[in-house]
């Protein structure tokens, strides 16, 4: 059974704080209403410890790439800038976990409010502004200030993931924002130069399960005169009936329904990837893997994110009841982005 394409505004929960069934398929844009997770007075049980909420934005530019997080994980905020040089592959950023959870601020639903972050060494501050989003964010070593642009017309992957009527994800992916704006690093200016310049957004709202494990990879860029952004992800959709699956093609989203493929080798960090099915073939070279492992108990975190080039082929579905010619395969190469596997406990 196909995931369904939803069309109008839905909450994600119902006012017990159960999952709203209807909620349940994959969107073009944001449609999901998600103010009753983990905020008080919002209405419904807040399950403490189960809520997560967080804004990741990654810029590639053809220097550097710019990473940073917002986020409230309930009993904590954990936050992150972080900065790599590509060619010399120094980094730069800070990062501050924050318990119990304060200093942060979020929107209940994407696009209603501003996100912020507040620590003894970094902050960060998300807006919304005319034709797309501000982002800016200081450390003691580096800081930046990029604006994302959301062209008309660009289309996002919005999934509802449901685990269980009690654990379930909201996540809008959002791939090849073109973007543009200034770093300072190391004494430095350095331009974000627009059309060259991409952003991408991981957007989360959801109540999730203690242990899980999930692999994510995100690309864009223009290829062969097109602009060709790539959002792929596994293990944490299995058995859901979700997948979190898309390609965009000149700002048009094509959702994958099907699970794919992923081949790949950590103990390996310079073997390519290949993520393929559902009419995608693509390759992932990396040049650069950052590895993070936090332990605080019961809590922790091993993510290994590898940053490279994304290269391959896409072929699009026929239109149905569409007859004749099949679509024409999209050919991408040099799409700057990242590939990564996370096993949380939290």
């Known amino acids: ?32 209403g998600t103010d009753a997770i983990g905020r008080r007075g919002a209405g419904g049980p807040r399950r403490f410890g189960r809520n997560k909420r967080w804004e990741y934005w990654g810029v590639t530019t053809p220097t550097h790439v710019l990473a940073l997080t917002v986020s409230s994980i309930d009993y904590a905020a954990v936050h992150e800038v ?61 800081s930046f200030d990029v604006v994302a642009t959301l062209p008309p017309g660009h289309e996002r992957l919005a999934v509802v993931v449901p685990w269980s009527d009690t654990r379930f994800q909201y996540t809008v992916k959002d791939v090849a924002r073109p973007a543009h704006g200034t770093l300072w690093v190391d004494g430095r200016t350095v331009d974000v130069p627009a059309g060259s310049s991409w952003a991408v957004l991981d957007h989360g709202r959801g109540r999730w399960p203690y242990d899980v494990r999930w692999n994510w990879g995100a690309g864009s860029g223009e290829s062969h005169g097109r602009v060709v952004g790539i959002q ?69 975190s091993s993510t290994d994110q590898c940053f490279g080039h994304w290269s391959g082929t896409f072929t699009p ?9 099949p679509p024409a395969p999209v050919r991408f190469d040099g799409l700057v982005g990242w590939a990564e596997e996370v096993h949380n406990r939290w």
Do not use: Q
């Open 232 to 300: 792929v992800g596994g293990r944490w959709t299995v058995g859901t009936g979700s997948t979190e699956n898309a390609v965009l093609v000149d700002g048009r989203l094509h959702h994958l329904p099907d699970e794919l493929v992923w081949d790949y080798d950590l103990a390996d960090p310079d073997r390519p990837w290949r993520v393929s099915g559902g009419g995608l073939d693509a390759t992932f070279v990396p040049f650069h893997t950052k590895v993070t492992r936090t332990h605080l108990g019961v809590v922790s």
């Open 82 to 142: 972080w900065v790599l040089d590509r060619e010399s592959g120094r980094t730069w950023g800070a990062g501050a976990t924050v318990v119990p959870a304060r200093g942060v601020e979020l929107p209940g639903t994407l696009g209603d409010g501003p996100a912020r972050a507040r620590a003894r060494n970094l902050a960060i501050d998300l807006d919304e502004v005319d034709g797309g989003t501000r982002l800016r964010a200081r450390t003691r070593d580096v």
């Open 1 to 32: 059974m196909l995931l369904p394409e939803i069309t109008e505004r839905v909450p994600l929960t119902r006012p017990d704080g159960r999952l709203d069934r209807r909620a349940v398929g994959w969107a073009r844009r944001p449609l999901v």
């Open 317 to 325: 579905p026929a239109a149905p009841g569409a007859g004749g010619t």
